[in-house]
């Protein structure tokens, strides 16, 4: 039963609305019990004291139990329906008329129905003025019906009064309450519908965050190993030219060892698990093996360097760092022609740990707009932990990466 809930547009079935509507539709077949009693006492009182005009008083009485079952019983809870009008007129028409009638005051137990039935049926204004002038229509029939001395003026006046203050505040105040309960339940979905935006653009930001995390995990690891795997044929090829064989068995056995290391990487990578460098290996030693690859596949002079005493970080922040690694060294690879470079990883007391990668190659300006897919990606991985990437580096003096992270 909403309080100003159009008759045509019903709550949806499964949201708090809904529910409030059903418990107030649930609670109809006692309004229809609690009704048919009064209707049934008030004829039993009237037939027992044998009233005046007695069957002009029934004959009311019914009026009013008809109206209720052709009208009365679909206009509760349907604000401003045309069922609900018409039953409220006719009655409280048939009551005033029924009480001027019956001296005995015994059509007054109606009012208790009367009076909530008018509130279900009306908007908050009109209900107020149908019982503003329902209760002015009795005590004008009381005022009638009296001797008209001044006491009994002045009990009437008084009693209409008082009823007319606790009809409109008792009315006016469990309206207020409905229309708050309406109001809140609608606010309930409102935020579960609210919420559910937002799960769903949690869910897509998170698609959209674990593609690109897939994306550098593919650049990080296959593509430089894809790399690694064409500089090594085409140096088998250089081998075979010349005719080194020994060259060549080298060049081989590491072209199988990549291979193997780029396929382990990519079942890791499908299977969302720690990156392969780190399987059963401390960091250092993941690094020591990186190094040892890169210095084997190059022909460069790679050094590692461990500073401090090792301990062991959160599993994304060693992932992170071996990365970066991987990415310093295949730029140094692909683009320092550098002689030399050093991997050095510092675990100072009270600081965060870093990791820094430098070479003695040609370098470049890093603040270039297109300084490439991998330093962006260390960038962004610096982020998800809460550490920090630097590049430094320029034309012609080699380059030096750093990336920090939290313990």
């Known amino acids: 039963m909403s309080a100003d809930q159009p008759a045509d547009c019903r709550p949806l079935p499964g949201t708090s609305a809904g529910e409030l509507d059903e418990m107030w539709r649930r609670q109809l077949v006692w309004w229809h019990v609690f009704f048919a009693i009064l209707v049934a006492t008030t004829a039993g009182v009237l037939v027992a004291e044998k009233a005046d005009h007695l069957g002009w008083s ?21 604000d401003e329906g045309t069922s609900g009008i018409r039953y409220v007129v006719v009655a409280w028409l048939a009551l005033v008329g029924l009480m001027a009638i019956d001296g005995s005051g015994t059509a007054w137990v109606l009012t208790f129905g009367l009076f909530p039935q008018t509130w279900a049926m009306l908007r908050r204004n009109h209900a107020a003025a149908v019982v503003v002038a329902a209760v002015l229509a009795i005590g004008g029939v009381r005022l009638w019906q009296a001797p008209r001395t001044g006491d009994d003026v002045l009990g009437i006046a008084i009693s209409t009064v008082i009823m007319l203050t606790l009809s409109l505040v008792m009315g006016l105040f469990i309206h207020k309450i409905i229309g708050e309960a309406d109001a809140r339940a609608r606010t309930i979905d409102e935020l579960r519908r609210t919420q559910a935006q937002l799960a769903a653009a949690e869910r897509a930001q998170g698609v ?8 550098r995990e593919i650049h990080d690891t296959l593509a430089q190993g894809f790399t690694s795997l064409v500089t090594l044929a085409r140096a088998t090829e250089a081998a075979l030219d010349r005719g080194d064989l020994a060259v060549v068995r080298e060049r081989v056995r590491l ?3 990549t291979a193997a290391d780029n396929l382990s990487e990519a079942r890791l990578i499908v299977a969302e698990m720690t990156p392969g ?3 059963s290996r401390t960091l250092s030693e993941a690094l020591g093996r990186l190094v040892d690859a890169v210095a084997a596949e190059s022909g460069m002079r790679g050094n590692l360097v461990v500073q401090g005493v090792p301990t062991v970080l959160p599993a994304n922040s060693e992932v992170v760092l071996l990365r970066t690694a991987q990415e310093g060294l295949a730029n140094v690879r692909r683009h320092a022609r550098a002689g030399t470079f050093e991997v050095r990883l510092t675990y100072a007391a009270d600081q965060p740990v870093s990791l820094e990668v430098s070479d003695d190659g040609v370098g470049f300006a890093p603040d270039t707009p297109d300084r490439g897919y991998g330093l962006d990606g260390a960038t962004a991985r610096a982020g998800e932990v809460g550490g920090r990437f630097e590049v430094h580096s320029s034309p012609g003096s080699g380059t030096r990466l750093r990336m920090e992270v939290p313990r």
């Open 208 to 215: 959209a965050g674990e593609r690109e995390r897939m994306s």
């Open 277 to 279: 460098h780190l399987q």
């Open 58 to 78: 029934l004959l009311g009485v019914a009026v009013i139990a008809a109206a209720y079952l052709v009208w009365g019983r679909r206009g509760i809870g349907d």
């Open 255 to 257: 072209i199988e060892q």
